[in-house]
């Protein structure tokens, strides 16, 4: 029996993609294009097929919301990631957590 080893990429995690989407809304206002899914996927070595299915869910979970030709979070993603934002804030001062909240 050969065990053969391929190389896979991570795989999507709901949470993941949702707590992405949320933190680019929140940076630009503007909902987030499938071109910039794509890309956010590219830029953390996500697998892309799952992309559209992940979104999809999202949307029907009510924790996204279609607008236009892109999404943007509910507002219930929107206060949680305001809250995690906020905790930073206060952990590590405010002018590191301003440099570090695209990273949240």
């Known amino acids: 029996m050969s065990h053969e080893k391929t190389a896979t990429q991570p795989i999507l995690d709901r949470h993941a993609v949702l707590a992405l989407v949320t933190a ?4 630009t206002g503007e909902p987030v294009t499938p071109t910039q899914a794509y890309e956010m996927c590219n830029a953390t070595q996500w697998a892309r097929p799952g992309l559209k299915a992940v ?3 999202l949307v029907r979970d009510g924790l996204l919301l279609m607008e236009g030709l892109g999404w943007m979070p509910c507002e219930g993603a929107k206060q949680a990631y305001q809250r995690v934002f906020e905790d930073e804030k206060k952990r590590l001062g405010s002018d590191r957590a ?5 990273t949240l």
């Open 24 to 27: 680019e809304y929140m940076a």
């Open 55 to 57: 979104l999809t869910d």
């Open 98 to 102: 301003l440099k570090d909240a695209s």
